[in-house]
Nanobody, 122 residues
Framework: VQLQASGGGLVQAGGSLTLSCAAS????????MGWFRRAPGKEREFVATISAGGGRALSTDSVRGRFTVSRDNARNTLYLQMITLKPEDTAVYYCAAKRGLSSLTEHQYDHWGQGTLVTVSS
């Protein structure tokens, strides 16, 4: 599966953005999906994951209650709705796919999108 993330941009603190990740190739609905991010000068970190069928989602503590991961298997698209954005959310956001169960662990993902930059100004 090939992934292409989009929807990043510049937003003021407190604002909202929704990221999309379009998947091409067969069997998108067989893949658990994840969002990760890399802030300037930091290592890439887990943000959220969702199961293949969309029934189970998890997110990291720092975004819980502000970010919502979802997917539309009919449209082969993964989403990350972000509200109440903070300057510390500034990062390049990556979508990723893996077969089997959803995971918080970066190295378990086999397919990665190119990343989309989110910049939150204070």
């Amino acid at each position: 599966v090939q992934l292409q993330a989009s929807g990043g941009g510049l937003v003021q603190a407190g604002g909202s953005l929704t990221l999309s990740c379009a998947a091409s190739g067969p069997s998108f609905s067989n893949y658990a999906m994840g969002w990760f991010r890399r802030a300037p000068g930091k290592e890439r970190e887990f943000v959220a994951t969702i199961s293949a069928g969309g029934g189970r989602a998890l997110s990291t503590d720092s975004v819980r209650g502000r970010f919502t991961v979802s997917r539309d298997n009919a449209r082969n698209t993964l989403y990350l709705q972000m509200i109440t954005l903070k300057p510390e959310d500034t990062a390049v956001y990556y979508c990723a796919a893996k077969r089997g169960l959803s995971s918080l662990t970066e190295h378990q993902y086999d397919h990665w999108g190119q990343g989309t930059l989110v910049t939150v100004s204070s």
